[in-house]
């Protein structure tokens, strides 16, 4: 890394003030030997002190900082699942042929811990998603996405995304199919090729969507219990949810 000018004019002028207090030491004390065995005590404490600030100190407020990032990038992601994700989750699962098979998987509850928050990942990382595009009225679908094309956007431009690579890619999916919906001016009448080829990229957001609700789901639980008890009586994969407590 190139030093800055003034950079090398401060450590040359810090260098000169000490050799200035050891010469005026000198000067009083006339010790020579003394300033000496201070002077390499001094010098063979400082790699302990570059593993202090650097590896240890440097390090936690590193942590630190992170986890201050995620934390609003967590409530970026919130926002994300009101104004979307919770939506196309609804519409994308009700397109799933085996939807009836998971839905007992997904109703979260209260007295899930970490534990099962942990089996249910598991168990999605290695779903055999699936999309019926024909249960889909894909002109709702890509209204809804169209309306939402600019908060996508603004989504995009959080630099705080650089910390969470999953969320990151969700929105890129999300970004593409609203971009091949978009596009398509008679959506009503494609030929089965591009359905086939709509649904690859409703899949991909599928996939992405279920494991980054479970994920959000969790850190919920975990953290915010007010907000977790609203996403319970919201849970698209529960036709018994109500968002009016009972």
Do not use: C
Not at 137 to 163: C, G, I, S, T, V
Request: net charge negative.
């Amino acid at each position: 890394m190139k030093l800055q000018r003034w950079q090398i004019w401060l450590g040359g002028l810090l260098i000169a003030m000490s050799a200035g207090l050891y010469y005026i030491h000198y000067l009083i004390f006339h010790d020579a030997h003394h300033i000496f065995i201070y002077l390499l005590g001094d010098v063979a404490f400082v790699p302990v002190e570059v593993l202090i600030v650097t590896l240890i100190i440097h390090e936690v407020l590193s942590q630190r900082e992170k986890k201050s990032r995620l934390e609003k990038l967590n409530m970026v992601i919130g926002a994300f699942f009101s104004e979307v994700g919770t939506h196309l989750l609804t519409v994308i699962s009700d397109a799933d042929p085996t939807l009836e098979e998971i839905k007992k998987d997904l109703k979260i509850s209260n007295n899930w811990d970490e534990r099962r928050f942990s089996q249910i990942e598991r168990r999605f990382k290695e779903y055999d998603y699936a999309v019926n595009i024909n249960k889909i009225d894909l002109h709702q679908f890509r209204d809804f996405l169209r309306d939402k094309r600019a908060f996508l956007l603004r989504l995009l431009e959080n630099p705080n995304l650089l910390e969470h690579e999953t969320f990151t890619d969700l929105l890129w999916a999300v970004f593409h199919l609203t971009e091949e919906l978009v596009a398509r001016k008679n959506i009503g009448h494609v030929p089965q090729t591009d359905l086939d080829h709509m649904s690859g990229d409703i899949k991909r957001v599928y996939d992405r969507l279920v494991l980054q609700w479970l994920a959000y789901m969790k850190h919920l639980k975990e953290h915010y219990p007010y907000l977790f008890s609203l996403a319970l009586r919201t849970n698209p994969f529960d036709e018994t949810a109500t968002v009016e407590v009972k």
